[in-house]
């Protein structure tokens, strides 16, 4: 069973367009986040979600916005893309607090034409 | 080792031999730490975590130091294995926050 998984798992578009990308958690965990990660392996907080708040890296454009269905699942909305948006994007889980590891998927790769 | 630097560092190891990973964390307020291991095409899998009130702790191969007086964490891995390459980061957290700080990682490769 994949714990985190995350559709599609590459994204090919043209700047301008407007996409989503999907992450399934099945852990049980109550916490969701989305990381980007640039060519060279560096990763980025983008946002940390959980049932009582959401928390936004200040320095995330606002054409990106996190949405969480139900506990499970946190979306990723992508509003006019541009070429610098292209990266990994990865969705993780953690169960509650500060000190519990992360859980990752596997990553989707963006790639603005 | 790791450096914040522009390219990401690369330790090159014979297969059998160990292999030390170091990291330099930027704040003294951070109590929990952990090691991440990323192969290609693939997410981080977390390998060992480390809170601040240890100074060692060990896993099956691996072990982590904390050295908190000079904000240094360690990744030591036994008797090193192909398999083992992959990107190692290290991140650290800060109390009472969800938001974990991702080091630059470090390049482990492997020689049969």
């Known amino acids: 069973d994949t714990a985190v998984s995350q559709t599609p798992k590459y994204l090919v578009t043209q700047m301008g367009n407007d996409k989503s990308i999907k992450c399934e958690q099945n852990l049980g965990h109550d916490t969701m986040y989305w990381y980007k990660q640039d060519s060279k392996k560096f990763l980025k907080i983008m946002f940390s979600y959980n049932n009582k708040e959401l928390i936004i890296n200040e320095t995330v454009p606002n054409r990106f916005s996190p949405k969480s269905p139900d506990k499970a699942h946190l979306n990723l909305h992508i509003n006019s893309l541009e070429l610098g948006d292209s990266a990994v994007y990865f969705c993780?889980?953690?169960?509650?607090?500060?000190?519990?590891?992360?859980?990752f998927g596997d990553g989707t790769r963006l790639s603005i034409l | 080792g790791e450096s914040v630097g522009l390219h990401l560092p690369t330790l090159s190891v014979q297969e059998g031999d160990n292999s030390i990973i170091n990291c330099a964390y930027s704040?003294?307020?951070?109590?929990?730490f952990i090691w991440y291991k990323q192969e290609s095409g693939k997410g981080p899998q977390f390998i060992i975590d480390i809170r601040s009130n240890m100074d060692k702790r060990q896993g099956q191969r691996v072990t982590v130091l904390l050295n908190k007086t000079v904000k240094h964490l360690s990744l030591q891995i036994a008797a090193t294995q192909p398999g083992d390459s992959a990107v190692y980061f290290c991140?650290?957290?800060?109390?009472?926050?969800?938001?974990?700080?991702f080091g630059r990682g470090t390049s482990l490769i492997v020689h049969p």
């Open positions: 704040n003294s307020a951070s109590d929990y």
């Open positions: 991140a650290e957290n800060k109390g009472g926050s969800y938001i974990p700080t």
């Open positions: 993780a889980s953690s169960q509650g607090s500060w000190n519990q590891p992360q859980h």
